[in-house]
């Protein structure tokens, strides 16, 4: 697998009805501190403004004329979107972007400096940070620092956790037939990504850069912000990869869900939505509702919601009883913020970008 230039790299940007965010991914994307070769926007019969606002857009960045494109197809999904970018792509590595979420600017430099030391890798990626409707971050930051790259691992959910910053050698892309188009009504293409990413790592090694690349947005209504609705997808979803790979282990497939159920389940907890939280125990069922009940403290992630919601609780205790036993509470359980984690949240992107550029330069030169 030889390696490639930073000038072989093409993002790839599949839109559907994307007219009010994707003017924020486009330039983030040109942006960056190494700008890829060319850019592809993949408008899926989009029935807004999207093309429109795409030209100009482009027209914006006159230094980049010859770079960026603007493909069109009838509304067919993203899967299919993104599979017309990956065969127009000319580059020797893609990276695909949704059209709501947007590259920090170091994100391709960083990834790609990973990605050609490791030639025999088939991918590398960061990691994700959160963003709303607005584009503003609104809980701390959690950057993990090691990564699994076990086949039990991937199989256990997506390490990439969203289907945008992960940079992939073409041909390996093309050699595991690009995205599964045919899950569109059947698994929902929320878990496309994660299937692609499995075929990827059954070609090779990946690769992970241990800092934030990417901001994912979460929009009110999307299937990512229904955590019932994801846990019913991802148990069908693994059900399809057991098959895929021929992995007869019923085991396996339930301690997935049931560790799914239980991020899902501190995570509406946490922000106090209750109602998701008791779809997620209805479509765990009482016997694995009570195997999840260990795992609420026992995740990273689901960790990192309680020690949240417990601080949150003891702000309130300090409210009520004064500051002595509220702060004791919020300290017990808070650890202390690491690099990435930095500043007072809820914080503005762009005053995130800031506030991390000197460690990313610290870091990664």
């Given at each position: 697998?030889?390696?490639y230039?930073l ?6 940007v ?5 007219a009010?965010?994707i ?6 994307v040109l942006?960056q501190?190494?700008v890829p070769?060319e850019l592809?926007v993949?408008?899926d ?13 482009f027209?914006?960045?006159e230094s ?13 999904g ?22 709501d ?11 790609d400096?990973?990605l050609?030391?490791?030639p ?8 994700v940070?959160?963003?709303d ?5 609104a ?5 993990r620092w090691?990564?699994?790259?076990s086949l039990?691992?991937?199989?256990n959910?997506n ?8 940079l992939?050698r ?7 037939g690009?995205f ?15 299937l692609?990413y ?7 090694p ?5 800092a ?22 991802q148990e069908?979803m693994y059900?399809?990869?057991r098959?895929?790979?021929g992995?007869?282990d019923?085991d ?7 560790d ?8 509406t907890?946490f ?31 689901s960790l990192?919601?309680?020690r949240?919601?417990?601080?949150s609780?003891?702000s309130?205790v300090?409210?009520v009883?004064?500051?002595v ?8 359980v ?10 007072t ?5 762009n005053?995130?970008v ?10 990664y030169?």
């Amino acid at each position: 697998m030889p390696p490639y230039r930073l000038a072989d790299v093409t993002v790839v940007v599949p839109a559907f009805n994307a007219a009010n965010y994707i003017e924020n991914t486009i330039a983030s994307v040109l942006a960056q501190t190494v700008v890829p070769a060319e850019l592809v926007v993949v408008d899926d019969g989009s029935t807004d403004d999207t093309a429109a606002v795409v030209q100009a857009t482009f027209a914006c960045h006159e230094s980049h004329q010859s770079r960026v494109r603007l493909l069109s197809q009838k509304n067919s999904g993203v899967c299919v979107a993104r599979n017309a970018g990956l065969a127009a792509a000319k580059g020797q590595a893609v990276m695909f972007v949704d059209a709501d979420d947007v590259l920090l600017p170091w994100a391709l430099e960083i990834i790609d400096a990973e990605l050609g030391a490791n030639p025999d890798a088939g991918m590398a990626f960061g990691s994700v940070i959160y963003i709303d409707e607005n584009g503003d971050i609104a809980q701390r930051p959690v950057v993990r620092w090691d990564h699994d790259d076990s086949l039990s691992t991937w199989l256990n959910g997506n390490r990439v956790r969203c289907g945008s910053g992960a940079l992939v050698r073409r041909e390996v892309a093309q050699q595991v037939g690009g995205f599964e188009t045919s899950m569109r009504e059947a698994e929902g293409e929320a878990l496309a990504d994660w299937l692609f990413y499995l075929g990827v790592r059954q070609h090779g090694p990946t690769r992970y850069v241990p800092a934030p690349t990417v901001g994912y947005r979460q929009l009110q209504g999307s299937m990512s912000s229904d955590p019932a609705e994801m846990l019913e997808a991802q148990e069908r979803m693994y059900q399809r990869v057991r098959g895929l790979y021929g992995i007869d282990d019923e085991d396996m497939a339930s301690k997935a869900i049931i560790d799914h159920g239980a991020y899902h389940l501190s995570k509406t907890l946490f922000e106090r939505r209750w109602r998701p939280a008791l779809s997620i125990l209805g479509q765990l069922g009482p016997r694995r509702a009570l195997q999840a009940a260990p795992r609420l403290f026992r995740s990273r992630l689901s960790l990192f919601y309680w020690r949240r919601l417990i601080t949150s609780v003891g702000s309130s205790v300090e409210s009520v009883t004064g500051p002595v036993l509220g702060r004791k509470l919020a300290r017990s359980v808070e650890a202390p913020p690491g690099a990435w984690a930095a500043g007072t949240y809820p914080l503005a992107l762009n005053e995130y970008v800031d506030l991390m550029a000197p460690v990313v330069k610290d870091r990664y030169g």
